[in-house]
């Protein structure tokens, strides 16, 4: 899409010229300075032409948390990423639902997530981290992306789904595709093969399903708990509602503690006097992962829609119009956080921060993306002085996935 | 200042002078009562500050909205007198009050 022209200059150009669904202000992680502006000039901005259609933009914190807990007015319908999802896969997930159908169908499966089954997990995780770990090549430059984040994060999605250890790969490549369609996010994935690679992943699924059930034991995995839970007990007989929660639940649990994964590897050599309060205080890992949650988040915005007319933060939303709310911009509003824009691991009040999203819909991950990335760290200061950052990242293109594709780097042993 | 006791899930117990008028909430992190995370900061947002009102006592904290009851309904540890802690203010009717904390917030 709007790939030709530069970015116009973000001091100078009037806001009524600048597309802030552009993928470009993530890709090159040029945001920064353009959203400072709609928090101070514009904060609820009214974006009149996108290549997504019209759209409001929320950039302050304590607007982003009244949008989000006012789902009367907000809905969640019918998708929440700026872009349309397309009439080829209509898919639908509970993300994208209003209450009442919203919270029985997370209900089903917020369980597998509550802190009891976490605990029973962390002995696996952590074994599968350690492995990871000293698996890395010492003394060499290697892709932190590649060899631990999707890795490790895979990993977890499988045992999570109960799904072939083997062909765990195919997750990570679904949950890259779900998202990356141009009409949605600004990604460039072709449609046909974004076509045929979700109904592999809707057939591979339901034969998860078929075999689960032939099973007949108790498992803990996402799977068995759907079947056990009557309101979805028959969900592989809704094909699209079936492929959009296992979609939601992929993508939720991937790109997400994927990109924290890397991403405080980045903070942490950006902040290096924050590195050595680390090392000298390891107690400081839970602060810090909360801080890199904040100074990542990986999911940029979610999408609502006006119910009706409304008036808000001093302007007129109109029915039907779009509400974008901006997470990565909450998280850097000095009104709500101070210090905002500094990376600080011992910060008084690290949970305090919107990645998780705020409301009905908040993020029913957020305690096993902390444990994941507690686990990660707690092991990192085991093996390594510093992982040292040998060169650029390079990030996701994307108006939502707020990632790293690359990040080269070298471990220096203790 | 009305006496309010906060249990922890182990059973240890902490028996503040709570501030009237200021949310349970926001007492019990003042006093740096552990158990109650509140990460929305007291916006009916997170459902982090979840405990359960001794059932005598439940009826001095008052009606529940209907956001509080939205986000309530997604703990799977919910019971009758589970409440959101940022939305019980102090009274001084509360003097003696008894609530307990979940396991854990999630
Ligand atoms: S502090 Fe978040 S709901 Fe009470």
Redesign the interface.
């Known amino acids: 899409m709007n790939q030709i022209a530069d970015m116009p200059d973000a001091v100078e150009t009037p806001l009524d010229q600048i597309d802030f669904s552009d993928p470009r202000l993530l890709k090159d992680d040029s945001w920064h300075e353009y959203f400072a502006r709609l928090r101070d000039e514009s904060p609820v901005h009214y974006q009149a032409e996108s290549p997504f259609g019209p759209f409001w933009s929320i950039t302050r914190f304590e607007d982003i948390v009244a949008v989000d807990s006012n789902f009367q007015d907000f809905s969640s319908e019918p998708t929440i990423i700026i872009g349309e999802v397309g009439e080829e896969i209509p898919a639908e997930m509970f993300i994208a639902m209003d209450p009442p159908k919203h919270d029985v169908q997370r209900k089903a499966v917020q369980g597998v997530v509550a802190p009891k089954n976490l605990e029973e997990m962390e002995g696996l995780i952590r074994t599968r981290v350690q492995e990871a770990l000293d698996d890395l090549p010492v003394g060499e430059t290697f892709d932190w992306v590649e060899k631990v984040s999707i890795n490790i994060t895979t990993q977890m999605l499988a045992t999570l789904f109960g799904f072939p250890f083997e062909d765990r790969a195919k997750l990570t490549y679904w949950s890259d595709i779900a998202a990356a369609g141009p009409q949605m996010t600004g990604g460039d994935i072709d449609p046909q093969e974004r076509f045929d690679g979700l109904m592999e992943c809707l057939a591979t699924f339901t034969q998860l399903w078929h075999d689960r059930k032939a099973q007949n034991d108790d498992g803990f995995d996402l799977i068995s708990m759907l079947q056990r839970d009557p309101a979805t007990a028959d969900m592989v007989d809704r094909p699209m509602e079936y492929m959009g929660n296992l979609l939601l639940l992929i993508v939720g649990g991937n790109d997400t503690t994927r990109n924290s994964m890397t991403g405080g590897v980045l903070a942490l050599n950006q902040n290096p006097a924050e590195y050595d309060k680390l090392r000298a205080d390891q107690s400081l890992i839970p602060s810090m992962v909360s801080e890199i949650i904040r100074w990542q988040t990986p999911l940029a915005h979610m999408r609502r829609r006006a119910t009706r007319d409304i008036e808000f933060g001093g302007q007129q939303i109109k029915k039907d119009d779009k509400v974008v709310m901006w997470y990565m911009s909450g998280n850097r509003d000095e009104r709500s956080i101070e210090n905002a824009n500094e990376f600080i691991i011992d910060r008084a009040n690290p949970r305090h921060h919107i990645a998780f999203g705020f409301g009905i819909h908040r993020c029913m991950g957020n305690r096993l993306a902390e444990m994941q990335l507690r686990i990660l760290w707690e092991e990192i200061m085991l093996r390594f002085s510093h992982i040292e950052v040998m060169g650029e990242p390079t990030r996701v293109n994307s108006n939502f996935v707020k990632g790293y594709e690359t990040l080269p780097v070298r471990v220096h042993p203790l | 200042m009305p006496k309010v006791t906060l249990i922890e899930f182990n059973g240890t117990d902490h028996t503040i002078d709570a501030e009237t008028g200021k949310s349970l909430m926001m007492n019990a992190i003042d006093n740096g009562i552990p158990g109650i995370?509140?990460?929305?900061?007291g916006?009916?947002?997170?459902?982090t500050c979840h405990v359960f009102v001794e059932q005598k006592w439940f009826d001095a904290t008052g009606e529940s909205n209907p956001?509080e009851d939205?986000?309530l309904?997604?703990r799977?540890d919910r019971e009758e007198v589970s409440r959101l802690s940022c939305q019980i203010e102090i009274t001084d009717a509360m003097d003696g009050m008894v609530v307990r904390m979940p396991?854990?917030q999630?």
């Open positions: 995370d509140a990460d929305c900061g916006a009916c947002a997170c459902g956001l939205s986000m309904s997604m799977p396991e854990y999630m």
